[in-house]
C-alpha cells in the first residue's frame, strides 16, 4: 500500500514518474542486498523477495488500478501452471529446511521464482492487492465497510470448503490441497490469507481514522514506519539473544536441541516487541526515518 501512496498525490510529471521510479528500483536492489546478505544467517529471509516484489512494482506504479487485481490474479494461477513443472519440493531438505543449490543460478531463479519460502509467485499478488488497496479512497467510511465485508466473505468461503475436507468429504489429495498452510502457498492459503488481510486493514483504517490522537496508534504507527530496522534486528540481535536467553545454539535451521516450549517463545516475542514500539517512539522524537530507513534512502535517493 505503501508504494501506492507514494505516488497517488495529483499532478504527477512524466519527469516525476521518472524520478519514481529510480527510487523503487533502488530501493528493490537495496534490499535485494541486505536480503542475500542475511541468508547465510537466516535462511527464511523475505528481505530478496521483497526486493523482487518491488522490482517488479516499480514498473507496475502507474498502470490503471484494475490491472493490479489481474496481476494478483496471474501471480497465483502462474504458480499453479508451474506445479505441474516442477515438484514443489525440489532442493528442499524438509528435515533441516535446507535449499540444496540456492547459490547457483538455476537454484536461485527456482527458490526465488517458485519455492522459496515467499516466492515471487505467488506471494506477489499479495503485494499487487496492497497497490490496488493504496489507490483506494480510505477516508470514505463506505470503502472501509465495503473492504472489510469482501474480506469476511472470502474468509468465511474458504473456511467452509476447509470445514468440508476435515469432514472427510473429499478425496485425499483436495483434502491436503484445500488444507496445505504456509507452504505450499495453495489458492486456498491465499485466498483465507487475503480474506483476514482486508478485514484487519480495513479495521485498521477505521481505528486510525477515528482516533487520530490516541497516543498507542501514533506509537505503533512510528514502530510500522522503522518495519525494516525492527526486520533486520530481530532476526541478527533477536535471534542471538534468544539462543542466550534459553542456552541454545543459533544455527539458522532447526535445532538439534530440545525446541523452546511456545509460552516462552510468545514471552519472549511480546517483550521484544515492546521494547521495538518503545524504542520507534525514542528514536522518531530525534529523526524522522529509522537507521536502515535512512540508509536506504541515502542510496535510492
Not at 260 to 271: E, H
Request: with cysteine.
Amino acid at each position: 500500500m505503501g508504494l501506492s501512496l507514494m505516488v497517488s498525490r495529483q499532478g504527477i510529471t512524466a519527469d516525476d514518474k521518472k524520478r519514481f521510479k529510480s527510487i523503487v528500483l533502488k530501493r528493490s536492489w537495496f534490499l535485494l542486498a541486505i536480503g542475500l546478505a542475511l541468508y547465510s544467517w537466516w535462511p527464511g529471509d523475505i528481505l530478496h523477495f521483497y526486493g523482487g516484489y518491488m522490482h517488479i512494482a516499480a514498473f507496475l506504479m502507474f498502470v490503471p488500478q484494475r490491472y493490479y487485481l489481474v496481476a494478483a490474479i496471474a501471480a497465483i494461477a502462474i504458480y499453479h501452471a508451474l506445479l505441474f513443472f516442477i515438484p514443489v519440493e525440489t532442493a528442499w531438505d524438509f528435515a533441516t529446511f535446507k535449499y540444496a543449490d540456492f547459490w547457483t543460478l538455476k537454484g536461485f531463479l527456482r527458490n526465488t521464482l517458485y519455492n522459496g519460502w515467499n516466492s515471487i509467485f505467488p506471494w506477489i499478488a499479495y503485494f499487487m492487492l496492497g497497490m490496488w488497496l493504496g489507490k483506494l479512497n480510505w477516508q470514505n467510511n463506505t470503502v472501509k465497510k465495503y473492504i472489510f465485508v469482501a474480506g469476511a466473505i472470502l474468509l468465511l468461503l474458504f473456511e467452509g470448503l476447509r470445514a468440508i475436507a476435515t469432514a472427510n468429504m473429499l478425496d485425499i489429495k483436495t483434502t491436503q490441497y484445500i488444507m496445505s498452510e504456509y507452504f505450499p502457498p495453495y489458492l486456498p492459503f491465499m485466498a483465507i490469507t487475503t480474506g483476514f488481510a482486508l478485514m484487519v486493514i480495513s479495521a485498521c483504517m477505521y481505528i486510525g481514522y477515528k482516533f487520530p490522537t490516541c497516543k498507542l496508534i501514533i506509537a505503533l504507527t512510528k514502530t510500522g514506519q522503522m518495519t525494516l530496522t525492527h526486520y533486520v534486528v530481530h532476526i541478527t540481535l533477536g535471534m542471538v539473544v534468544f539462543a542466550v536467553l534459553f542456552r541454545n545454539t543459533y544455527t539458522g535451521y532447526l535445532p538439534i536441541e530440545e525446541p523452546v516450549p511456545p509460552i516462552y517463545i510468545l514471552g519472549f516475542a511480546t517483550g521484544f516487541f515492546i521494547l521495538s514500539v518503545a524504542f520507534s517512539v525514542i528514536w522518531k522524537m530525534y529523526f524522522k526515518n529509522g537507521p536502515l530507513e535512512i540508509l536506504m534512502r541515502k542510496i535510492s535517493g
